[in-house]
């Protein structure tokens, strides 16, 4: 029986205490902490197999999971925007979603809080159209994340969640010009570090569409200092001017993209907001890869989702859809 099994029961109700108002009670760095070392007693052997399996046979088993074609994309600077719209599964994986779009889009339904943005998959879609995670397991995608987070990585069974088709609208926002709030403010995710967003733009994406905004990593890194971000009193999301106030000359990017580009990120080091007043309506399939040893409490404290594998998967796909398999 794993550690946090038998104590979970015990820390849930502190942890609860601890993430509540986004780890606002101690601060994000020191929350994040405290949760990494509790992970770690649990899931710190599966971080050193993730760390050295991709050290020494990452490269047999992308060929086993199929060889990529081309080299890898490379993410400079905690991002990179692939335009090539060549990536293996991706014509199927648009073809799909047009048909979820098209049954579900601009209708009615549940928004978790964020009537800005809403999930429009349901369950039972990662069965119905095996091209959600057919693109998400691909070499080729595998191989970028991998190589930035310098492990296998695993597809989030919880927090953020792993596997998202979002449509940003204005429509059933009460609120369309603001004043902006949750995500539509810059912040840093704190769910683990690394945490990988794999976005692909399933239509064209314009500046209408309330795009996905960001700064690089390190000038990321610049405004966090200058904010003493992630401290104890200091804000989660950040307002327009306070990080006006600390970015000086930084570049900021927006993924405004023609549909099929995708966008690798690392959420957890790269500020970032979006869905500000999108009044053409932006549809995108977000992916999250996240470490086994998570920075906050979400092994203990919220539902994990199992994503379906069977015998004649490929080691890499099970290893990412996957916490406990070991190859």
Request: charged share 25%.
């Amino acid at each position: 029986m794993r550690f946090n099994q038998i104590t979970g029961a015990v820390v849930a109700p502190l942890a609860w205490y601890l993430e509540k108002d986004d780890m606002r009670v101690l601060g994000l760095e020191r929350t994040m902490r405290w949760a990494s070392q509790y992970n770690r007693l649990s899931y710190g052997s599966h971080q050193q197999l993730r760390e050295k399996v991709y050290r020494e046979q990452f490269a047999s088993l992308l060929i086993e999971n199929g060889r990529p074609e081309t080299k890898p994309i490379q993410m400079k600077d905690g991002w990179a925007i692939d335009r090539s719209q060549s990536l293996p599964h991706l014509t199927q994986l648009l073809k799909d979603s047009a048909e979820i779009i098209e049954e579900r889009g601009m209708q009615p339904g549940e928004d978790y809080g964020k009537p800005f943005l809403r999930p429009i998959q349901r369950p039972g879609d990662l069965e119905r159209y095996s091209s959600i995670l057919d693109f998400a397991t691909s070499s080729a995608v595998l191989a970028t994340v991998a190589e930035y987070c310098g492990f296998v990585p695993l597809l989030s069974p919880s927090m953020p969640p792993g596997v998202r088709l979002m449509e940003s609208s204005v429509k059933f926002d009460p609120q369309p010009d603001g004043p902006w709030r949750s995500s539509q403010m810059w912040h840093l995710d704190y769910h683990s570090a690394p945490t990988i967003y794999v976005i692909v733009a399933l239509r064209d994406i314009t500046p209408e569409c309330g795009p996905f905004v960001f700064l690089s990593r390190s000038d990321s890194e610049k405004a966090a200092a200058a904010l003493r971000y992630r401290s104890r009193g200091a804000p989660y999301r950040v307002k327009d001017a306070a990080l006006e106030a600390v970015i000086g000359d930084s570049k900021v990017e927006d993924f405004c993209a023609p549909a099929g580009s995708v966008l690798f990120i690392d959420s957890n080091r790269c500020f970032h907001y979006g869905s500000r007043r999108a009044v053409v309506p932006r549809y995108h399939m977000q992916y999250a890869y996240v470490a086994p040893c998570r920075t906050d409490f979400s092994d203990i404290r919220r539902p994990q989702v199992r994503y379906r594998t069977s015998g004649q998967d490929s080691r890499l796909r099970r290893m990412v859809l996957e916490r406990h398999f070991d190859g």
